[in-house]
């Protein structure tokens, strides 16, 4: 619960910034770091729930195949194309990849973070008495 709960705070966070159509350079710095810590943030929220569920994952590209083969996420390539633009992202900055970037938060990777938040949110909701 505390996993899912730092990445509905992130999650949150990114789809306020998604708000803004064209951002400038640091508004879209901003966005991508939101969608960094999301992402860090639902690779271990994944993570956290397969271990409670009987598997043992340790990296990211581990956990969302896992997610993926158990069907808790839905496209892994796109989890691992997010996955890669986040190391990306975190390692460079350039401007002409960010914006390349930015338009796949907002029509590949935000969908995708979406669905495991809602996921989650009725998982949480269904285990409330």
Request: charged content about 25%; aromatic content about 12%.
């Amino acid at each position: 619960m505390q996993r899912f709960s730092n990445f509905k705070r992130a999650f949150l966070l990114l789809e306020n910034a998604l708000t803004i159509e064209s951002p400038s350079l640091v508004e879209r710095a901003g966005m991508i770091q939101f969608f960094e810590m999301a992402f860090e943030l639902s690779w271990k929220l994944l993570k956290d729930y397969q271990e409670l569920e009987g598997f043992t994952v340790k990296t990211p590209r581990e956990t969302l195949k896992q997610a993926f083969q158990a069907e808790i996420i839905s496209d892994g390539h796109q989890w691992i194309e997010a996955l890669q633009d986040r190391n990306l992202m975190a390692h460079t900055y350039n401007e002409k990849t960010a914006i390349a970037v930015e338009e796949r938060i907002r029509h590949q990777y935000f969908p995708l973070l979406k669905h495991l938040h809602d996921t989650f949110e009725t998982k949480l909701e269904q285990e409330q008495p």
